[in-house]
């Protein structure tokens, strides 16, 4: 079992910052591939961002590529997700996700365990 928690949520203005965190417990977190999706409200979930257990391997939506950074610090049990440039359509609830294949996998199938979510609106 693995537990996650996301933290960093909060309120910005558009072209602003926001570094979300995610505090995983109950495992080793090296051996799952991480990653973040979001829920705008009236919309499903969608994939942002993922990284290999070791970060050697990172993979974005289109939708993200160049603003955001996804990280981890497996010594930490933590993975981060840098946001810069924030857009309106950025406001979401976002969820730190994990799992025990590939970065592709995680982007393309349920995840194995998800965190509570984070809010993160960005005002225009």
């Known amino acids: 079992q693995v537990q996650l928690v996301e933290s960093g949520g909060g309120l910005v203005q558009a072209g602003g910052s926001l570094r979300l965190s995610c505090a995983a417990s109950?495992?080793?977190?090296?051996?799952?591939?991480m990653g973040w999706f979001r829920q705008a409200p009236g919309k499903e979930r969608e994939f942002v961002a993922a990284?290999?257990?070791?970060?050697?391997?990172?993979y974005y939506a289109d939708s993200v590529k160049g603003r955001f950074t996804i990280s981890r610090d497996n010594a930490k049990n933590t993975v981060y997700l840098q946001m810069n440039s924030l857009k309106p359509e950025d406001t979401a609830v976002y969820y730190c996700?994990?799992?025990?294949?590939?970065?592709?996998?995680?982007?393309?199938?349920?995840?194995?365990?998800w965190g509570q979510g984070t809010q993160v609106t960005v005002s225009s």
């Open positions: 996700a994990a799992s025990a294949g590939s970065t592709q996998h995680l982007a393309t199938y349920e995840p194995d365990y």
């Open positions: 990284i290999s257990g070791l970060g050697g391997t990172t």
């Open positions: 109950g495992r080793a977190l090296s051996v799952y591939a």
